[in-house]
């Protein structure tokens, strides 16, 4: 018999053991998918509750006190002379000497520099030359009129004659007056071959030598010498327009110039010039300052400091509280229920690590130091640390 002859037997049953064997198999596949759904479910419900804790945002506060010290406010400023005088030559002429030089102390009327002035003293000569003409025709012309006026009494000349004598005197005395005139304005012109000093002063500057051409006036020329009074001097410092009104009269005012370090001086406070520069948003703020020991130069940079009392309308914070965003520069409040609230400001003054702004909040408010982008209007924030306080 062949293998291809025997085959089992019809309707023959399975072994019991197999069957026991089947369910077990089952049971644990039913096992396995029950138990991987239920992990899946505590992944999935773990990482739910992980994603809502992170939404969650941890913030760090800063809490806004009210400003209770000055204000240092640290602004350039410029030292000027308080009288200064550009000197020019009031006729043409050449330098023939001149007398002190730069950095001389002088007097009013002391002489700085004389000029030689061949025109000038050639156009006097003709002057004085015409002056004695015209005397002269006027004594021969008053001699007339006097014969003419005694000879009208014998009726040798006629009132016409007379007439005419006695305004051709007349004419002939104008005349005279006339050419007096010009030899006076000569002669004052002639005195100003002597350059003097108009005040008393330093000199700060010489701009000829002798022999140079000099041309008179200021558009033709240029100045010969610049003289400065400063026994007291002028500060003019720039200050901006939303500090201008804060700064009046006996503030306190100190600044310091580079060549004397470490050394500081006080200004008086004058007045503005209460209008603002279009260019600048600034008004222009002098102040004197007491110069007889001459220590300060005119011309100088000072840096000056005013000490203002606190502004009530300005806080500061750090400039890390401030979000620059497309509605203006905003910051983040913790309002009620750990949530956030977005104010717009505006900034007074950027200090570098601080900023003073003003808006829409106040001493007590606190801020979300560092916040994120990601944070929207209503958010709910988890407070990570203690409040710091203002700077």
């Known amino acids: 018999m062949s293998s291809d002859d025997i085959h089992a037997p019809i309707g023959a049953k399975a072994p019991q053991g197999t069957k026991t064997i089947g369910a077990v198999i089952a049971a644990a596949f039913l096992g396995l998918a029950v138990g991987g759904l239920t992990g899946r479910y505590k992944d999935e419900k773990a990482l739910a509750l992980s994603d809502q804790q992170r939404a969650v945002q941890s913030v760090a506060?800063?809490?806004?006190?009210?400003?209770?010290?000055?204000?240092?406010?640290?602004?350039?400023?410029?030292?000027?002379?308080?009288?200064?005088a550009l000197v020019y030559a009031r006729v043409s002429g050449y330098v023939k000497r001149w007398v002190l030089d730069i950095g001389e102390p002088v007097r009013a009327g002391q002489l700085l520099a004389e000029i030689e002035t061949p025109d000038l003293d050639e156009q006097l000569a003709q002057a004085q030359a015409n002056l004695a003409t015209a005397r002269a025709n006027e004594k021969l012309s008053e001699i007339t009129a006097r014969r003419w006026q005694s000879q009208l009494e014998n009726d040798s000349v006629s009132r016409q004659e007379v007439d005419e004598k006695t305004g051709d005197f007349a004419a002939k005395k104008t005349i005279v007056d006339a050419a007096q005139a010009n030899v006076k304005r000569l002669l004052?012109?002639?005195?100003?071959?002597r350059i003097t000093a108009p005040?008393?002063?330093?000199?700060?500057?010489?701009?000829t030598d002798i022999g140079a051409l000099i041309n008179a006036g200021e558009q033709s020329g240029h100045e010969l010498f610049r003289v400065a009074d400063i026994h007291r001097l002028r500060?003019?410092?720039?200050?901006?327009?939303?500090?201008?009104?804060?700064?009046?009269?006996g503030s306190a005012v100190q600044f310091s110039v580079p060549?004397?370090?470490?050394?500081?001086?006080?200004?008086?406070?004058?007045?503005?010039?209460?209008?603002?520069?279009?260019s600048s948003g600034t008004v222009l703020?002098?102040?004197?300052?007491?110069?007889?020991q001459r220590l300060l130069l005119p011309?100088?940079?000072?840096?000056?400091?005013?000490?203002?009392?606190?502004?009530?309308?300005?806080?500061?914070?750090?400039?890390?509280?401030?979000m620059l965003r497309k509605q203006g520069p905003q910051v983040a409040v913790l309002g009620a229920n750990?949530?956030?609230?977005?104010?717009?400001?505006?900034?007074?003054?950027?200090?570098?690590p601080t900023v003073q702004i003003s808006g829409a909040v106040k001493p007590g408010d606190q801020l979300i130091d560092n916040p994120s982008d990601m944070l929207a209007d209503g958010d709910v924030v988890r407070v990570s640390r203690p409040e710091a306080k203002r700077p």
Do not use: W
Not at 285 to 292: A, T
Not at 306 to 322: E, G, K, M, V, Y
């Open 199 to 207: 005040f008393d002063g330093l000199v700060t500057a010489r701009n």
């Open 259 to 278: 060549e004397h370090p470490g050394q500081s001086f006080r200004a008086k406070y004058v007045g503005n010039a209460r209008s603002v520069n279009e």
């Open 61 to 84: 506060l800063i809490r806004i006190e009210a400003p209770h010290e000055a204000e240092p406010l640290v602004l350039p400023g410029t030292l000027e002379a308080f009288n200064s």
């Open 188 to 193: 004052a012109m002639q005195s100003f071959r």
């Open 338 to 352: 750990e949530r956030v609230a977005f104010r717009r400001v505006d900034v007074v003054r950027d200090l570098g």
């Open 235 to 249: 500060l003019y410092v720039s200050v901006p327009q939303a500090y201008a009104d804060r700064i009046q009269a």
């Open 285 to 292: 703020i002098q102040m004197d300052v007491d110069n007889r």
């Open 299 to 322: 011309g100088s940079y000072a840096n000056v400091t005013f000490n203002l009392a606190a502004s009530q309308n300005s806080l500061q914070i750090p400039a890390s509280a401030l």
